[in-house]
C-alpha cells in the first residue's frame, strides 16, 4: 500500500482517538470486513495477535518488589529514588533513558494522575512537559490549581512507540502509586484517560462513561480515601479541541469541591 502522508496522518489520529475512548486491543493484523469475509479461525487469529502486540510479562514478583520498596518511602523524594532503583517494570528496559515520577507541589491538595512518560518526558525526567503537558499546565491555570496540583503517571517508564502501558505493566508500579497517595493525602484525585482511570479505579468502564462523575478511590487498607475525577487526557484534546469543554467542566468542578472542602475545613476549625 503506498499511503500518502495525509492519508497516514489521518489514519494515526483515527487510531489515537479510539485509543483515547478505551479501544485499545487490536485482535487481527489486518481490518477484517465482517459484512464479505469469513473470519479465520479463533484460535488461529489470536496466535498471530498475541505474537505480533503482546509486551513482553513482567517479573511475577515485580509487584511484591515494588510494595516492599514503596512501603519503605517516608517522603515523596524517598519515593522518586525508591522507583529509580525498580528493575521489576518491564519498560525500564525496552528504550526508556530514565525513570520518571512527578512534579507539582509535595503539599498539593490534588493528585493529578496521567498514563505514561512520552518522549520529551523522557529526555527531561519531568510529566507532563511535552505539548500535552502544556495544554494541561493551560487548563490547570485557568481553573485556579496550578499550585494545587502534583503530577504523576501509572507508570515511570516510557513505553516504546509511546504506546499504551498494558495492565500488567501498571500492576507492577502501582505499589508506587498507592504510596504517593498515601503520602500526599490529596482532597481529590484527577485522572487523565482511560487507562489512568481504569488502573486506579480497577474498573473496566470506558472512559466517555465515567468522565465527569466522582468515584471513591480507597485503598484496601481503608487508611487513605479520596473522590477520584476522570477526565479526558490532553493529548486527546490537541486532536479533539471540541472535546476540551468536556475537561474544563471537569476542572471546574474539581475546584468547586476544592473549594467547598476548605470552607468546610475552615469552618471546623473556628468551632474549635
Ligand atoms: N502523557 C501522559 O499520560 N503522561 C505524561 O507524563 C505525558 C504525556
Not at 485509543?19 to 479465520?40: K, S
Not at 513482553?56 to 532503583?85: F, G, H, K, M, N
Not at 526508556?96 to 498539593?108: E, I, K, L
Not at 508506587?176 to 479505579?201: D, I, M, N, Q, Y
Request: aromatic share 6%.
Amino acid at each position: 500500500m503506498n499511503a500518502q502522508p495525509h492519508e497516514m496522518a489521518a489514519v494515526e489520529s483515527l487510531l489515537a482517538f479510539w485509543r483515547d475512548a478505551g479501544v485499545d486491543a487490536c485482535y487481527l493484523d489486518a481490518p477484517v470486513d465482517h459484512t464479505h469475509v469469513e473470519l479465520p479461525p479463533p484460535a488461529k487469529a489470536v496466535q498471530r495477535a498475541t505474537a505480533s502486540v503482546a509486551p513482553p510479562p513482567c517479573r511475577d514478583d515485580a509487584a511484591q518488589e515494588a510494595r516492599a520498596l514503596a512501603a519503605s518511602a517516608a517522603t515523596l523524594q524517598d519515593l522518586a529514588a525508591a522507583i529509580a532503583a525498580f528493575e521489576g517494570c518491564t519498560l525500564r528496559g525496552l528504550g526508556a533513558t530514565q525513570s520518571v515520577f512527578a512534579r507539582g507541589n509535595p503539599n498539593a491538595p490534588v493528585l493529578v494522575i496521567g498514563e505514561a512518560p512520552g518522549a520529551e518526558e523522557d529526555l527531561k525526567g519531568q510529566p507532563f512537559v511535552g505539548k500535552a503537558g502544556q495544554l494541561l499546565d493551560r487548563m490547570l491555570a485557568a481553573a485556579g490549581l496550578t499550585d494545587k496540583v502534583f503530577i504523576t503517571n501509572t507508570v515511570f517508564w516510557r513505553p516504546p512507540g509511546n504506546r499504551t502501558p498494558s495492565p500488567q505493566e501498571q500492576a507492577a508500579c502501582t505499589p508506587f502509586v498507592e504510596r504517593t497517595f498515601a503520602l500526599l493525602k490529596p482532597k481529590a484525585v484527577l485522572l487523565l484517560g482511560a487507562a489512568a482511570a481504569r488502573s486506579v479505579l480497577q474498573t473496566e468502564d470506558g472512559i466517555m462513561k465515567m468522565r465527569g462523575q466522582w468515584r471513591e478511590w480507597r485503598l484496601n487498607e481503608g487508611a487513605v480515601s479520596a473522590p477520584a475525577m476522570p477526565t479526558l487526557h490532553p493529548a486527546f484534546l490537541l486532536r479533539q479541541p471540541q472535546a476540551k469543554r468536556q475537561v474544563w467542566a471537569d476542572l471546574l468542578a474539581l475546584a468547586v469541591r476544592l473549594e467547598g472542602e476548605s470552607h468546610l475545613s475552615a469552618g471546623i476549625e473556628g468551632e474549635r
